[in-house]
């Protein structure tokens, strides 16, 4: 016998019905049957739905708890990760990571690939002891999974998520030292590969990935440290190799959550905005991206969804107080 996606449906238009479905209606569609599961979890029916223009990318933010009710003020924020739908403008608050079930690892990185959240490294909350974790969010079963480990200990790096995997360079060891080393993890094999080391360490680096290419902006060496490259070390994923450009940042400058991409451009978050000058973070939506940041140091935290065709069309967002919070880093997924 032969099982039907929707019996008495042809197969090919059951599974255009099932391409429409929104990703929130995914983890209840896939306990309808094994064979709904298989296919909304696979690789391949992500990127038949992305292929007809039925995925949408949205804004994931480590971003600040508001303190709890009636607590004292605490000397270190807790953090969790804030979701932000563009075309709803809703918001919703991610489960904290079942290892750190009161905030996540202070300056974790996050980024993601293939609809998936990925987060990895930063420092315990508890002990303030770097770890080497990795974490994967799947939208479709709302579960976080524990993957392999980072090889070492690295702290501060650049990071980027391609086609099912996610690439990291650059950063400080458990000494301090500053690195020029790179690997790239492999979501599915849960594999860790080594990569060519970069031509310079870069610690405090951003990473971002345009086109094909994985770019790691700025950072520093281990004896000039705070002294902020202006270039930057890109990696082909086809090629293989690391090249240098030169003036790509503004010299003795962090990048750390400021570096972004429009039309394929490296870009400057806050730059020309003064309402987000001041721990500017940005995340590309597309036509769109979502701006944080203040105006001046100790001034309330905004957020503006900007127009990339049009840097005067831009609408203040105003979130309710739970996610009003400073925004560390964050980063688009396309589910």
Known sequence: MTCELIPGLPEELALECLTRLHFSAHRVSSQVCKLWRELIQSKDFYYHRKKYGFTH????????????????????????????DPLTRSWERLEQIPKYPDGLPMFCQITSTEGKVVVMGGLDPSSWEPVKDVFVYDFTTREWSQCADMPSVRSFFAAGGVEGKVIVAGGHDASKNALNSAWVFDLKQNEWSELPAMREERDECEGIVIGSEFWVVSGYDTESQGNFKSSAEIYDFGGGEWRAVEEAWRVRECPRSSVGEIKKELIRWGANEPAVRVGSCGVGLGNRSLLTGSAYQGAPHSFYLSDNNNNNNKINIIPDEEFSGFVQSGCAVEI
């Open 57 to 84: 990318k949205v804004a994931c933010l480590v971003q600040a708890l508001p303190a709890e009710s009636g607590s004292k003020p605490a000397n270190q924020p807790r953090y969790a990760i804030s979701l932000f």
